[in-house]
């Protein structure tokens, strides 16, 4: 399986790109919000790839972190969510805000991707909601950073990186610190709160306020599970 290609971009169409490597062209279908992140025609870049292997036929899709490929293997495990789907959603929600809304149950903001009806979108929720902690954790690790464009006098096919999810992590806004999240949860985790709860709580804090710092977003995340009354 190739785990990641790098190369030069030598087509653009809507859904996918041609990347050249070394005068192969390989065809990767990506999201259109990975599409919009992509260089221009002519230039290089680096993907991670998912190989979807059918009866009659092969396609490569491209992620641009490790991050977004993992979520776009836990989406295609749910019953009702092809290749089409998980790209639907990852497209309109990014790796984030796939993150966010399932820690916090938010089957709405799924529902929101192209295709999605609301059974789908709550059984996605339902389904991958304990496994929101770990895939998160990939964020606090580095693994959420996008894979740099390459030097082309360097190889350019690697083999697949192998996923190992940390402790337990959580989704955020754009600016939010990946290792504060990373260490709240692992905080709250170590008091004894579930992965999901803990998950839920922090998305939320960070969700309000994405400049807190750990210890900050610990406090807040601490009041969101305290018991209400």
Known sequence: MIGRIAGRIDYRADDHVLIDVKGVGYLVYVS?????ALPATGEAVALYTDLLVREDNLQLFGFTSLVEKEWHRLLMSVQGVGAKASMAILGTLGADGVSRAIALGDWNAVKAAKGIGP???????????DKAASVMALAGS???ASTPAPDLDEPLIEAPTALTPAATTTPSAQSADPAAQAEALSALTNLGYGPGEAASA????MGED???NTAALIRAALKLLAPKG
């Open 202 to 205: 922090v998305a939320q804090a």
């Open 142 to 144: 580095g693994a959420g």
């Open 119 to 129: 059974k789908t979108a709550q059984r996605v929720v339902n389904e991958l909601k």
């Open 32 to 36: 259109d919000r990975t599409m919009s």
């Open 210 to 212: 994405p400049a807190l």
